[in-house]
């Protein structure tokens, strides 16, 4: 059993900064990409931020420059760092991890619970 446990979550003012983090818990052998990805009501979940096992990043164009991932690989976590939000960027934010639990087994694509951010105007 392998699973996902995303925090950091809350309400902020418009321009104020949020941590979210993610802990992968259970039978683990390796991870492999992961990142951050948000639905807000009544849209589609998108993507926000990724990082792979080596630290290559990807940042939406949307968020870029206000947000930023990281990842603990001795920890099993990833990290999102907004900052100067965004009223827009209000949203269930939720990690997405690709985790190995043995040598014998594939990768599985695991998600976190998600956890809500919002950002008053």
Not at 24 to 52: C, H, S
Not at 84 to 110: F, G, H, Q, W
Request: with cysteine; proline share 2%; aromatic share 8%.
């Amino acid at each position: 059993q392998v699973q996902l446990v995303d925090s950091g979550g809350g309400l902020v003012q418009a321009g104020g900064s949020l941590r979210l983090s993610c802990a992968a818990f259970g039978r683990i052998f390796g991870i492999g990409d992961m990142g951050w990805y948000r639905q807000a009501p009544g849209k589609q979940r998108e993507l926000v931020a990724n990082i792979t096992s080596e630290g290559s990043i990807n940042i939406a164009d949307s968020v870029k420059g206000r947000f930023n991932i990281s990842r603990d690989n001795a920890k099993n976590t990833v990290y999102l760092q907004m900052n100067s939000l965004k009223p827009e960027d209000t949203a269930v934010y939720y990690c997405n991890a690709k985790i190995r639990p043995t040598i014998l087994m594939d990768y599985l694509d695991v998600w976190g619970q998600g956890t809500l951010a919002t950002v008053s105007s």
